[in-house]
Nanobody
Framework: QVQLVESGGGSVQTGGSLRLSCAASRYTNCMAWFRQAPGKQREDVAFMPLDGNTNYADSVKGRFTISKDGIKNIMYLQMNSLKPEDTAMYYC????????????????WGQGTQVTVSS
């Protein structure tokens, strides 16, 4: 089992910044951020696989940065140049694997943290 606790959400104006945090109860190979806006499907935001080759949704490239404190098992999402379309509930997820060198499915989820960007 992996418990995930997100924090750092809030309300900002267009162009502002926020940093989200996701604290994991233990090490897990792979973690990621997803988001879901009201009435829309959940979408990928950013991934942190084991090899460190982070990848991002096209909509956030160049504005968001995913990182991880491997000692504390905390993942971050630095969000800059925020836009109203970034408004959503942001969720972190983990695969729970602590073996091998690959990612499993994202089966552990946090409770979410709300990000609201006003124009």
């Amino acid at each position: 089992q992996v418990q995930l606790v997100e924090s750092g959400g809030g309300s900002v104006q267009t162009g502002g910044s926020l940093r989200l945090s996701c604290a994991a109860s233990r090490y897990t190979n792979c973690m990621a951020w997803f988001r879901q806006a009201p009435g829309k499907q959940r979408e990928d935001v950013a991934f942190m696989p084991l090899d460190g080759n982070t990848n991002y949704a096209d909509s956030v490239k160049g504005r968001f940065t995913i990182s991880k404190d491997g000692i504390k098992n905390i993942m971050y999402l630095q969000m800059n140049s925020l836009k109203p379309e970034d408004t959503a509930m942001y969720y972190c997820a983990a695969d729970g694997r602590n073996w091998g060198r690959s990612c499993g499915g994202y089966i552990y989820w946090g409770q979410g943290t709300q990000v609201t960007v006003s124009s």
